[in-house]
């Protein structure tokens, strides 16, 4: 990444953000229209702590409601957002309402990606609202649930790092993002799944494409190939089931009624889409934030009980998604009128930093209590792989500190972050080997 497109210098103030946008919807005030664009985790930076550029978004004088100009293009319509601007929420407790308010927020036809190619089946669960949600959160917690982890995944978690962990100890070196954060939750969830393992290349090329590539050509591609390969494997696991998750999926019922074609692709899709880069992105910035904060790295290898505690902190100070939320029905909000068919942006970097809610925010501290972060959202849709991405990433500081000493960045590393789920394709790191 060449220094120029590393930003030094972010807004400060609300005059700084604020801009015309005459195509907003009449209702909203104009002094209530900003452009965000900087807060949205494409711009990088070489901060320790890479989302400290949003956290005055959070600040008394901030206006509750904000409304961010659309940056251009409709193809964040289709992850939830607006192609005529949406409003943003930065502080706590509206992002806590934002999320758990079911009656005037909705989260119907978020993530639906599939929309692209002319596919009409949800995402289930996320793009469902409650009470159809319900049934669907049920039937898949019982496979995602902390017993089910510490049962069936933990023994195959720890195989994974042991052989992973084992081939880099004596090299004194890795590519902590692109050869390790990128394949270790990979592995684990491609096997949980029962994907066979020779798709792994492949997956993570449509994934990247669906989610960054920013082209609607190669997004729709990217599905095509994606929902052709998940459809044939659906169809392979009803002919032959096995212990896997996609097959106790497509074999399932609910009260004994079996699932419809849509809701098998519906499930398995977006268990596909939320399961794959997601904790990599978060591994990779938890091993840049020790090894530029070597401190950190020493309280937790002579503390390993703070790992726990540690997990929760990288998840609160690096919320890698910011979820978007419906308008249900017109109400009015913090002196706003809001329109049934709004889009609301909720800003977890600003909410996950709020003096209100937690003290000293700004400080990593893995003894802080009732630690209740967004990163992995709150409400009906809060994150299904939360267990397993938690264990994995417990499991993970356990193993490393066992066998790796103190890691710093290779001389001359390129640090800087996208403070989002792109986040750091390299991070070359190195220790001393003894
Ligand atoms: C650190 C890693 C992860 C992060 C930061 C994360 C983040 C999130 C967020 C922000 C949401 C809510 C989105 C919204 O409300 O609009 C969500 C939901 C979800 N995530 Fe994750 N996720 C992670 C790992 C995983 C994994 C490993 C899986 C699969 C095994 C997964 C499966 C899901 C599912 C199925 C939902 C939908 C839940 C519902 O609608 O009831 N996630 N996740």
């Known amino acids: 990444m060449s220094e120029s497109n590393v930003a030094t210098a972010w807004p400060t103030k609300l005059d700084e953000i604020r801009v015309d946008y005459p195509e907003a919807p009449p209702h909203v005030p104009k002094d209530r229209i900003v452009d965000i664009s900087f807060a949205m985790g494409n711009v990088p930076n070489d901060l320790v702590d890479p989302y400290e550029p949003f956290q005055w ?17 409709g193809l964040g319509a289709i992850a939830g ?11 706590y407790e509206d992002i806590d309402r934002v999320y758990c308010d079911n009656d005037h927020f ?8 599939q929309r692209l190619i002319g596919e009409t089946f949800p995402s289930i669960p996320l793009g469902l609202d409650p009470p159809e949600h319900t049934p669907y959160r049920m039937f898949l917690t019982q496979f995602l649930g902390p017993a089910t982890i510490t049962r069936v995944m933990e023994p195959m978690i720890r195989e994974v790092l042991d052989e992973m962990i084992g081939e880099i100890a004596d090299k004194g070196e890795v590519d902590m993002a692109w050869d390790f954060a990128r394949v270790f939750p990979v592995r684990i969830f491609m096997g949980m799944m029962g994907f066979p393992k020779d798709m792994f290349d492949d997956f993570l090329e449509w ?8 082209s609607l050509e190669k997004m729709q591609w990217a599905l095509k190939s994606v929902l052709d390969f998940l459809r044939g494997f659906i169809a392979e696991k ?15 019922n609910i009260k004994g009624r079996t699932f419809t074609d849509d809701e098998k692709i519906g499930m398995v899709w977006f268990l596909w889409l939320g399961g794959l880069d997601t904790v990599a992105a978060t591994i990779a910035q938890m091993f840049r934030r020790m090894a530029l904060q070597p401190e950190i790295q020493t309280m937790l290898r002579n503390n390993p009980e703070l790992i726990n505690g540690a997990v929760e902190e990288f998840l609160r100070t690096q919320p890698i998604l910011s979820s978007a ?15 049934a068919g709004d889009s609301f942006s909720c800003l977890n970097p600003a909410g996950n930093f709020d003096p209100t809610r937690f003290e000293n925010p700004r ?11 967004f990163t992995l959202v ?11 991405a938690r264990r994995e990433l417990r499991l993970l500081l356990d193993e490393w500190f066992k066998r790796i000493p103190e890691f710093r960045p290779k001389p001359g590393a390129d640090t800087a972050v996208f403070p989002g789920l792109m986040s750091i394709r390299n991070l070359p790191l190195v220790w001393d080997v003894k």
């Open 325 to 339: 939320r419906r308008a249900t029905k017109d109400f009015e909000w913090h002196g706003v009128q809001i329109k």
């Open 378 to 388: 709150a409400g009906v849709h809060s994150c299904l792989g939360g267990h397993l």
């Open 106 to 113: 909705s989260n119907k036809g978020t993530a639906e990606f």
């Open 81 to 91: 957002g607006s192609a005529t601007g949406n409003w943003v929420v930065s502080h």
């Open 363 to 373: 400080e990593f501290d893995p003894t802080r209590k009732g630690n209740r972060h």
């Open 238 to 252: 009803e002919k032959n089931p096995d212990q896997f998750l996609t097959s106790l999926i497509v074999n399932g």
């Open 207 to 214: 994934e990247w494409n669906i989610l960054h590539s920013g």
């Open 57 to 73: 978004l959070n600040g008394q004088d901030v206006p509750r409601l904000l409304y961010n100009k659309p940056a251009g293009g």
